[in-house]
Nanobody, 113 residues
Framework: QVQVVESGGGVVQAGGSLRLSCIYS????????LDWYRQAPGKQRELVAY???????HYADSVKGRFIIAGDNDKRTMYLQMSSLKPEDTAVYYC???????WGQGTQVTVSS
């Protein structure tokens, strides 16, 4: 099964930006979707965004207009550009896809008010 490693998290003030990266252990060119999830303390993991092989993108309503998802097949990497961050974006962010990969350790994003 494909392994993933997330990076790019950190502590940022409200209104700031971060770019998350997810590198896959093998080619992603045949993936149906590449997905970003997040899990806040005491909450269930939720889908944040995905990008389909066609290039179609989908965002959760809570991040629409603030986050941008992108993939780079040559680098086997997916990105999540996050702008206008809010305290409610605080969570551990994970990547995955279809077909499903192993879950990584995630990367912590903390947004202070």
């Amino acid at each position: 099964q494909v392994q993933v490693v997330e990076s790019g998290g950190g502590v940022v003030q409200a209104g700031g930006s971060l770019r998350l990266s997810c590198i896959y252990s093998s080619s992603i060119i045949n993936f149906n979707t590449l997905d970003w999830y997040r899990q806040a303390p005491g909450k269930q993991r939720e889908l944040v965004a995905y990008i389909a092989r066609s290039g179609y993108t989908h965002y959760a309503d809570s991040v629409k207009g603030r986050f941008i998802i992108a993939g780079d097949n040559d680098k086997r990497t997916m990105y999540l550009q996050m702008s206008s961050l809010k305290p409610e974006d605080t969570a551990v962010y994970y990547c995955n896809g279809d077909p499903e990969t192993n879950w990584g350790q995630g990367t912590q994003v903390t947004v202070s008010s």
